[in-house]
Nanobody
Framework: VQLQASGGGLVQAGGSLRLSCVVS????????TAWYRQAPGKQRELVAG???????NYADSVKGRFTISRGNDKNTLYLQMNSLKPEDTAVYYC???????????????????WGQGTQVTVSS
């Protein structure tokens, strides 16, 4: 199983970006997916999450500006980021878990799996 994030880049304050994360592999079930971010010198923090039933949650700092969603196959995760601020600058990571998947013929239950991260830079 792999998570491949994309869509980061450089944008001016007030602009928008849309991040995507594709979960590939022999997926059986994903309980929740989320976006995290880590700015230089800071701890990784939860940005937004979406549960298997569709319930979403957001960090207070992004409420009203960011929207998390899934593709119809539920194996693609998106983060629409509007009204971006310089303080949104960070590496953004997608996360999936708990997750069940097949590795060969064996079913694996993992607590979570991380993508490689995509850089978002917001200039003032």
């Amino acid at each position: 199983v792999q998570l491949q994030a994309s869509g980061g880049g450089l944008v001016q304050a007030g602009g928008s970006l849309r991040l995507s994360c594709v979960v590939s592999g022999k997926i059986v079930f994903i309980d929740a997916t989320a976006w995290y971010r880590q700015a230089p010198g800071k701890q990784r923090e939860l940005v937004a999450g979406i549960a298997s039933g569709g319930t979403t949650n957001y960090a207070d700092s992004v409420k009203g500006r960011f929207t998390i969603s899934r593709g119809n196959d539920k194996n693609t995760l998106y983060l629409q980021m509007n009204s971006l601020k310089p303080e949104d600058t960070a590496v953004y990571y997608c996360n999936a878990g708990p997750i069940n998947y097949y590795s060969g013929s064996e079913m694996v239950a993992a607590r979570d799996i991380w993508g490689q991260g995509t850089q978002v830079t917001v200039s003032s």
